[in-house]
């Protein structure tokens, strides 16, 4: 094996409630990639950070080249050749792109039009196509997660962190981005690789390190293990099969949910979307899959009534309910766990109790006469904390202080319990780890199995694949087609997702 | 258990700091030929010496609440009312046109209670229109809250000099307001009226509403997210304007305590410090309705202290003003050095377990 | 058309304050803080320019103190906020009780009590040759005081280090995402704090005006609000230099009116409302501007727990 | 045989600070003037909020004070209520006028006789007879003594054959030096050469503007002679002269119900500069005497009756 460049022997970091690093040591030699795996909250963006001088390390070294190194600040370690790509976006949306990536390096007077050149010469090598002068704000995640690795390389990084970098993007990207990696350590620099996705895991890295509670659990080679071993690691017990979704007769059930040539057209700009037509029954699934940003956040809002549709209707249970509003549709029993579930989904600064209150606020349950029945609430709370098997000491912490998963759980548990009749899950495993996913998919199917109507938009072929009982294709606002499980292959799936409608390709 | 130590150590550390605010303060003192032991003694002595000096301390206590939880409803909500002192200033003016009005033609009860609406109710009115502004046309509400105040200092000159001008119109004031329509002196031996009572219970009110009511669960949601509000069916720009109405109404309400409890007329300059010293007092009570009555009881005492020295010593008047800043600067400091002990104490114990 | 001319002027004259207590405003606010000391700050500037000046006979010696004057404080304001995390606006209420309170006291253990004005004789104008012949912008914009000029000139040069240069693109991201410029090696709270000394000595020197430059001596009322006016010309500049500079004319315009109305002396018209001018000027601009680009952490304090 | 004066407890309240260099500032004189004549020791209060107006009357109240003095009209009311109760203090409002029990003895000063004075030094001053006349805020002794002021100057522009041409305005503050100056400056743009204020800390503005834009100032209720050369002359309010008339008419027990004092009673004293001309200081000293004598009906000027 070739030299190490980065070695973290026995880093410990502690914050005031958490341990988040317990003796953590990694090795990442020249022309590596490490990919970190584990459940959420294990530590990994910690140990990582620290490595990059956001967070110090609380006791513990760092050796780089041999030599031990202190990294008081981010700049330090640019200095030593280290860039990071934070889990959450680190760019400015009121910036250009090459603002965001000359940011902190560079001096004195700007030439924007100079470095903008610059920056475009430079995402040419690497094969990126990035408009340097565009607006962070007005690109598609897609791209901003490419500007965030241009912005690495624009340092001359040689060892390059990369947190959960594939958890917004499509396949097509994730793809780009694996022969990027590939190339990039081919280079001799190294990669520091951080998911919950096996399959990339697999993919692209040379060693395993698998983190649980903050300590490594296990460092493995690539080529000596496989996807079921790391799960294990991973989570401590291997995961439950799911019953695969029954070709139920759908003829025979209720319609509940009917859309009729729903469209969103804003003055002077393409449909967001475009004539949509579908049925949901009771007790059945339907999954909407599509690249991200192809209306399916527009649809799911105009179901639940935040987003106005500028023509067609909605029928549930056989009422028109398309003037309705948010309140109404809530009262109706709709449940929605929307895909940025920490902007529209949750209040973090408030309890968790609080937080099952948030859609009821208008209803009975735990109101009367305007006041609130907290111990009612309460105790609810921790019935479903208990039922959801949810990691949090009470029901009077914040919701801000669970992880992510266990944020997405409290989401969950709530909206599948307010959706009465019918639940729209946006998203709804988008950054967990696989416990987690599986947990959340069991949760989907029971409520299907208990009579609910579900629909399901995932950009994870292989959950809606999992979860469906008929899939719809989303592209540009416009539905390709609605087809029964097991009717679509990958490939034909991948081509309508990229708007191609092979049926008729055949027949012209 | 856990929460008893909290609070204890909130008062220690709060205790620490106002003491130490008041040493700097008096620090100073010899530089203007005062000694400031003497002076201390003086205006602890004079202060707590008397009935009626101790009576001074509520009735400067009973606005400040009032001001204080208007800050703090709103700053709950996340939004920035720093206009209560216009707000407060328009509760005034309604409740002295009402009263100067009805006394002569209804029993003092009901013109009490019309007072009583017609303060809260253009108080509200006032916080309503920011509200409306920020919904409508997304101003910033601190900018015009601000600016509010001002507008409304001078809408009360003009109107001091106009329609509501005492009869002999000479003064920029209003008549005397009858006895009839004065709130009832509840302690004997002092100015207190029934003003306190209502403070308090305005006090207890605003709890309620926020931490027991499906309304003020609602402001609170709006408040901190506003997205996952409209997503929950809460309206965040209705809820924006109710928050601005019942902030506005409670300092309007201390305009109906101070005309018709203590003051019995109006004039200019009249109170013209209780709105930016209720912003003060809501924060030393982390925006807590209960806890906004006891801080604004510190500044009331500080307040009659340093009028106290002020009438007793040579000390100028702008004592009082060093003295509150100073408190109010120490006691924020405070908040920052407690948590930072109590991280670094919580870090130590886990240490300790971590090691054991 | 010499009234006329008198009263641009003096709106030119009386606009300098703000628009260069507006111009440190945008300088904070662009990094993430809102200096709400702003007030505080004004009032010491006024205070330590007058006594500097005073004291030594030298205005250069006086807007010197004001400067420190309004460093000290601003440092205090952000020590408080960037570095002990305290609420913007709550800390900015306690230091303009504090300084209140402070000038008032000070003045007296300095000066005594006095009967009669302690004055200064205010900054003279300066003429510039030749440009100062034009007729009427002459008068107006080449015949005022060396602030003045120099507030003027710190317009561009304020908007080329905002646009132009790494540091302006550093602050800037400090206000934006403050997160995202740590991650680049920005420190934050460095940034934030030295944007405020900066606010700070920028307002000093615009309170000082008003001792130095208007009326030669200092009162405890001589600021009067007029820190709030700036800090809402840099919101209604949209937190751009040159919005600075307009607005800032624009009020000095809207007071320059309403001083000539009252002037008139007509009592049918309620000289109160005119006195309440620029404070619902604000309101209304603030209400009819709908698009602003306000620094997305405008007013967050940036804490990283570590 | 002269009263104990050192034994009296005294108080003077005021609603401003000492250091206001006008109304506060002759007041806090008047009582450093007794010190010294008749060797009493007043407290003095300053800066007392109106708010406060009730409970400080009744603190010293309490407290047993023999004379409890307190200046500005603002206070009158709160006197009233609290005198009643408290019928061994003397209570005496400076420009007060209410007297509803024995222990109250307002003493109100005719501003309008003072004004009257400045006006005939403006008469004199003035070059073009384009006379600014403003005050800190509007109420009816302001406008009456404007009144008085404009009939003065407008009777001696008569006589020096000048058009008389007045303008009044209020700044509705009475502190805030800037807006008075810049008032003062436009009301000088429009074509005044003598200005008039009647404010405190404000007037200071207005002499500075008047020194920039060359014309000429009347100062009123405090001496500004040696601020700036371009005030023409000034009539002070001397409340030295009253103060140990009050303090010694009380001690006697002479001094019952409201009180009037105006020139005659040296009040009012006029202070010419250097560039006051004898025909102008003639003048005055007659209307002194005139007044003095009760020769001149001041109610003919005034625009509210
Ligand atoms: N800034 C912080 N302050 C306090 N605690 C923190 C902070 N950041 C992380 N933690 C704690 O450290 C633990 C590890 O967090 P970390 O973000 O490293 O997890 P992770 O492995 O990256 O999880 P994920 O897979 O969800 O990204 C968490 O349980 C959390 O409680
Ligand atoms: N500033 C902070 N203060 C306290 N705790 C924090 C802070 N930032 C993060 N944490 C903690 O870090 C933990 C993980 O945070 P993080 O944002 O990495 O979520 P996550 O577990 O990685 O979820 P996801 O995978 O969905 O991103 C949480 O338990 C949270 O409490
Ligand atoms: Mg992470
Ligand atoms: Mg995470």
Redesign the pocket.
């Known amino acids: 094996m070739s030299e190490a460049v980065i070695e973290l022997k026995h880093i410990t970091?502690r914050?005031?409630?958490?341990?988040?690093?317990d003796d953590v040591s990694i090795t990442v030699h020249k022309g590596e990639v490490v990919a970190?795996l584990?459940?959420?909250?294990?530590?990994?963006?910690?140990?990582?950070?620290i490595l990059y001088g956001l967070?110090h390390a609380t006791s513990g070294e760092i050796w780089i080249d041999g030599k031990e190194r202190k990294i008081a600040s981010p700049k330090e370690a640019m200095a030593l050749g280290i860039s990071m790509i934070q889990?959450h976006f680190s760019l400015v949306p009121a910036h250009t792109v090459t603002e965001n990536i000359i940011l902190g390096n560079c001096k004195g007077r700007v030439d924007i039009k100079a470095k903008e050149k610059e920056i475009e010469a430079l995402a040419k090598q690497y094969g990126f196509d990035v408009p340097a002068g565009e607006y962070i704000k007005n690109l598609s995640v897609g791209t901003q997660q490419k500007v965030e690795i241009l912005k690495a390389l624009y340092l001359n990084a040689r060892i390059l962190i990369m947190?959960?970098p594939t958890a917004v993007l499509t396949p097509q990207e994730i793809d780009t981005l694996m022969t990027f990696v590939k190339n990039y350590v081919s280079k001799g620099n190294s990669v520091v690789f951080?998911t919950?996705k096996m399959k990339e895991v697999m993919q692209v890295s040379d060693t395993i390190v698998v983190?649980r509670n903050?300590k490594i659990c296990g460092t493995v080679k690539r080529e000596d293990t496989n996807e079921k071993e790391l799960a294990h690691m991973m989570i401590g017990h291997d995961l439950e099969t799911l019953q695969a979704p029954g070709g139920d007769d759908l003829e025979k059930k209720k319609k509940r949910l009917i859309v009729e040539d729903l469209t969103i057209q804003k003055k002077d700009s393409a449909p967001v979307l475009d004539h949509i037509n579908l049925t949901v029954h009771e007790g059945e699934i339907l999954g909407i899959a599509g690249v991200s940003d192809n209306g399916q956040q527009e649809l799911c809002e105009a179901l639940y009534g935040a987003e106005t549709p500028t023509q067609g209707k909605i029928l549930l249970d056989g009422r028109d309910i398309t003037a309705t509003s948010v309140k109404d549709r809530i009262t109706m029993g709709m449940g929605y766990t929307a895909s940025d579930r920490y902007r529209y989904g949750m209040v973090a600064e408030m309890s968790l109790a609080e937080n099952m209150l948030l859609k009821a606020s208008y209803l009975k349950n735990w109101v009367s006469h305007g006041i609130i029945n907290w111990k009612k609430l309460r105790q609810y709370t921790e019935r479903q904390i208990k039922e959801y098997k949810i990691k949090a000491p009470d029901c009077n912490v914040t919701v801000g202080?669970l992880?992510?998963?266990n944020q997405q759980k409290v989401v969950v548990a709530r909206e599948a319990d307010m959706g009465k009749s019918l639940v729209i899950f946006d998203q709804p495993t988008r950054?967990?780890?696989l416990g987690a996913i599986n947990y959340v998919h069991k949760t989907i199917l029971g409520e299907k199995n208990s009579g609910k109507s579900v629909i399901l938009v995932s950009t994870e072929l292989s959950e809606i694949f999992a979860l469906s009982d008929r899939i719809a294709v989303m592209y540009k606002g416009r539905i390709m087609g609605i087809y029964k499980n097991g009717e679509l292959t990958t490939e034909k799936i991948g081509l309508l997702m990229a708007g191609y409608q092979p049926d008729k390709e055949e027949e012209a | 258990m856990k929460q008893n130590g909290k609070i204890k150590d909130f008062l220690l550390w709060t205790v620490l700091a106002i003491v130490l605010g008041l040493i700097v303060s008096f620090a100073f003192l010899p530089l203007l030929g005062v000694d400031p032991v003497d002076s201390l003694k003086i205006m602890l002595t004079e202060t707590f010496s008397d009935k009626f000096t101790m009576g001074n301390i509520l009735i400067k206590t009973t606005p400040l609440i009032l001001t204080s939880l208007a800050f703090a409803f709103t700053y709950k909500a996340n939004l920035y009312n720093i206009g209560a002192q216009g707000q407060f200033y328009v509760g005034c003016i309604c409740a002295v046109a009402t009263t100067l009005a009805l006394q002569t033609k209804l029993p003092g009860v009901v013109v009490l209670l019309l007072a009583f609406a017609a303060s809260i109710l253009g108080g509200g009115l006032t916080g309503l229109l920011i509200g409306f502004l920020k919904a409508k046309f997304n101003a910033n509400e601190f900018l015009v809250s601000m600016m509010s105040t001002y507008v409304v200092q001078y809408v009360m000159q003009l109107l001091l000099r106009t329609a509501l001008q005492e009869p002999k119109h000479e003064y920029l004031k209003t008549a005397y307001i009858d006895n009839s329509a004065w709130l009832p002196k509840i302690i004997p031996g002092t100015s207190v009226s029934l003003g306190i009572v209502i403070a308090l219970a305005a006090a207890i009110f605003i709890w309620f509403i926020l931490y027991h009511t499906s309304l003020g669960y609602r402001v609170r949601v709006t408040g901190l997210n506003q997205d996952a509000a409209r997503m929950s069916g809460i309206s965040p720009k209705k809820m924006c304007m109710t928050a601005f109405f019942i902030s506005g109404a409670i300092a309007g309400l201390a305009g109906f305590t101070e005309i018709n409890g203590m003051q019995h007329m109006l004039l200019t300059g009249f109170e013209s410090d209780i709105g930016s010293y209720g912003i003060g007092i809501a924060i030393m009570a982390s925006a807590n309705p209960i806890g906004v009555i006891f801080a604004a009881l510190l500044f009331g005492t500080l307040q009659v202290g340093g009028t106290a020295l002020g009438h007793s010593t040579d000390a100028p008047a702008s004592v009082i003003d060093v003295m509150l800043g100073f408190v109010m600067l120490f006691v924020l400091m405070s908040f920052f050095v407690r948590r930072k002990l109590e991280i670094r104490k919580l870090k130590h114990q886990k240490l300790q377990k971590g090691e054991a | 058309m010499q009234v006329f001319i008198n009263l641009i002027t003096r709106a030119f004259f009386m606009s300098t304050p703000l628009i260069l207590g507006a111009l440190g405003e945008v300088l904070a606010e662009r990094t993430g803080m809102m200096v709400t000391a702003v007030e505080g700050i004004f009032l010491i500037g006024a205070w330590g320019g007058f006594i500097g000046a005073y004291l030594s006979g030298s205005m250069l010696a006086g807007f010197l103190l004001a400067m420190i004057c309004g460093l000290l404080v601003a440092a205090l304001y952000g020590v408080t906020t960037v570095y002990m995390h305290q609420h913007q606006i709550v800390m900015g209420t306690a230091i303009a009780i504090l300084i209140t309170g402070f000038c008032t006291f000070f003045y007296r253990v300095i000066f005594g009590i006095q009967t009669v004005p302690l004055k200064v004789t205010p900054l003279s104008v300066i003429r510039i040759p030749l440009l100062s012949r034009i007729p009427v912008i002459g008068q107006v914009l080449f015949s005022q005081n060396i602030v003045t000029y120099i507030t003027y000139l710190l317009v561009p040069i304020v908007f080329f280090v905002i646009y132009r240069t790494s540091l302006g693109l550093s602050m800037r991201s400090c206000g934006e995402n403050p997160e995202a410029a740590d991650a680049a090696g920005i420190n934050v709270t460095r940034t934030r704090f030295l944007a405020v000394l900066v606010a700070g000595c920028m307002g000093g020197v615009a309170g000082a005006y008003y001792s130095l430059c208007n009326v030669g001596m200092y009162t405890s009322e001589i600021i009067g609000g007029r820190g709030w006016i700036a800090f809402g010309i840099c919101f209604l500049g949209n937190w751009n230099p040159v919005g600075a500079l307009i607005f800032g004319i624009v009020f000095g315009i809207s007071d320059a009116l309403g001083t000539y109305v009252k002037a008139l002396g007509n009592a049918a018209i309620p000289s109160e409302l005119f006195s309440a001018l620029p404070y619902i000027l604000v309101i209304v601009l603030t209400v009819c501007r709908k698009q602003f680009n306000v620094p997305a952490k405008l007013g967050a304090n940036y804490v990283?727990?570590? | 045989d002269e009263p104990d004066y050192a034994s009296m407890k005294i108080v003077l309240i005021l609603p401003g600070s000492i250091d206001d260099q006008s109304w506060n500032a002759s007041n806090n004189a008047g009582a450093k003037a007794c010190d010294e004549q008749l060797g009493t020791s007043i407290e003095v209060v300053e800066s007392v909020p109106v708010e406060e107006f009730e409970s400080t009357f009744t603190e010293y109240g309490e407290k047993g004070y023999d004379l409890i003095l307190s200046a500005g009209s603002q206070f009158d009311e709160a006197c009233a209520a609290v005198a009643p109760q408290y019928p061994d203090s003397i209570y005496t409002v400076i420009n007060g006028q209410i007297s509803d029990t024995d222990n109250m003895v307002p003493v109100f000063p005719k501003e309008y006789e003072g004004s009257y004075l400045a006006g005939i030094m403006a008469g004199y001053a003035t070059e073009n007879g384009n006379f600014a006349v403003m005050g800190g805020e509007s109420n009816a002794p302001m406008v009456k003594l404007m009144d008085t002021y404009d009939a003065a100057a407008k009777s001696v522009c008569e006589e020096r054959g000048l058009d008389f041409t007045t303008a009044r305005s209020f700044v509705n503050s009475w502190t805030d030096v800037s807006a008075t100056k810049d008032m003062a400056a436009q009301m000088m743009d429009n074509g005044a050469d003598t200005v008039f204020c009647y404010s405190n800390e404000g007037a200071s503005g207005a002499v500075q503007a008047a020194e920039e834009k060359v014309g000429k100032f009347v100062a009123f209720a405090a001496d500004k002679n040696d601020e700036s050369s371009c005030v023409y002359g000034s009539v002070p309010m001397n409340w030295a002269n009253v103060y140990p008339w009050i303090i010694q008419g009380v001690a006697k027990g002479e001094l019952k119900g409201a009180q009037e004092v105006g020139v005659a009673e040296g009040v009012f004293e006029a202070k010419y500069s250097d560039a006051c001309s004898d025909k102008c200081k003639a003048a005055v000293d007659q209307a002194i005497k005139d007044i003095t004598d009760g020769k001149i009906d001041f109610t003919q000027y005034f625009s509210e009756k």
Request: no cysteine; aromatic share 6%.
């Open positions: 970091k914050f005031a409630k958490v341990l988040a690093n970190l584990g459940e959420n909250g294990a530590g990994k963006s910690t140990i990582m950070k967070y889990q947190d959960e951080i919950h983190m903050g202080s992880s992510g998963g950054g967990l780890d | 990283k727990e570590d």
